[in-house]
T-cell receptor, first 116, second 114 residues
Framework: AQKVTQAQTEISVVEKEDVTLDCVYETRDTTYYLFWYKQPPSGELVFLIRRNSFDEQNEISGRYSWNFQKSTSSFNFTITASQVVDSAVYFCALSEPRDNFNKFYFGSGTKLNVKP | DADVTQTPRNRITKTGKRIMLECSQTKGHDRMYWYRQDPGLGLRLIYYSFDVKDINKGEISDGYSVSRQAQAKFSLSLESAIPNQTALYFC?????????????FGPGTRLTVL
């Protein structure tokens, strides 16, 4: 079974629109970590955020914000006022204590296209 | 993460050839990983290692082997490359120290098997 599901394969928006990328995860542990990475067209993987499951406060970093909902096992990522440079594939990931936090389970990614 | 390097960055090879992808890190991390990325499939774990003497298979290890020559080096080999191993390969490191509990990725190796 997929531990991390990113149901949106591809999203297209026009610049300045807000966009939310969904991430749903599955774990039986109460302590875990969640991550988001960005992969621009150049191909490298850029770390965006790590969230501990005990920290339920939402996080904002500039135009980026993350909504962590334990009740629905979701860790969604919103880009406000999107820009062309936000065009990339975005990955959500999970690590669990059952693997001693040694393994990272990635979703299949959401490709975001921001058009001018 | 410039502390994790991969060579080569691009490689084109033919079916049946043996090929090695190399990964080096200067982060001092014990944990190293090889992932494969295919369009629409995300990142899938091939092998991972907790130290020089500890190598573990990931979800898609068939057709691959690895060698952890030192704490800083982790190589991935394709003994006899086949076209469906054409993909983007990433090496990563991590550690249990606070602030390091996430994958630190290398720049990736784009492999094409003809």
């Amino acid at each position: 079974a997929q531990k991390v599901t990113q149901a949106q394969t591809e999203i297209s928006v026009v610049e300045k629109e807000d966009v939310t990328l969904d991430c749903v995860y599955e774990t039986r542990d109460t302590t875990y970590y969640l991550f988001w990475y960005k992969q621009p067209p150049s191909g490298e993987l850029v770390f965006l955020i790590r969230r501990n499951s005990f920290d339920e406060q939402n996080e904002i970093s500039g135009r980026y914000s993350w909504n962590f909902q334990k009740s629905t096992s979701s860790f969604n990522f919103t880009i406000t006022a999107s820009q062309v440079v936000d065009s990339a594939v975005y990955f959500c990931a999970l690590s669990e204590p059952r693997d001693n936090f040694n393994k990272f389970y990635f979703g299949s990614g959401t490709k975001l296209n921001v058009k001018p | 993460d410039a502390d994790v390097t991969q060579t080569p960055r691009n490689r084109i090879t033919k079916t049946g050839k043996r090929i090695m992808l190399e990964c080096s890190q200067t982060k001092g991390h014990d944990r190293m990983y090889w992932y494969r990325q295919d369009p629409g499939l995300g990142l899938r774990l091939i092998y991972y290692s907790f130290d020089v003497k500890d190598i573990n298979k990931g979800e898609i290890s068939d057709g691959y082997s690895v060698s952890r020559q030192a704490q800083a080096k982790f190589s991935l080999s394709l003994e006899s490359a086949i076209p469906n191993q054409t993909a983007l390969y990433f090496c990563a490191t991590s550690d249990l120290k606070a602030g390091e509990r996430r994958p630190f990725f290398g720049p990736g190796t784009r492999l094409t098997v003809l």
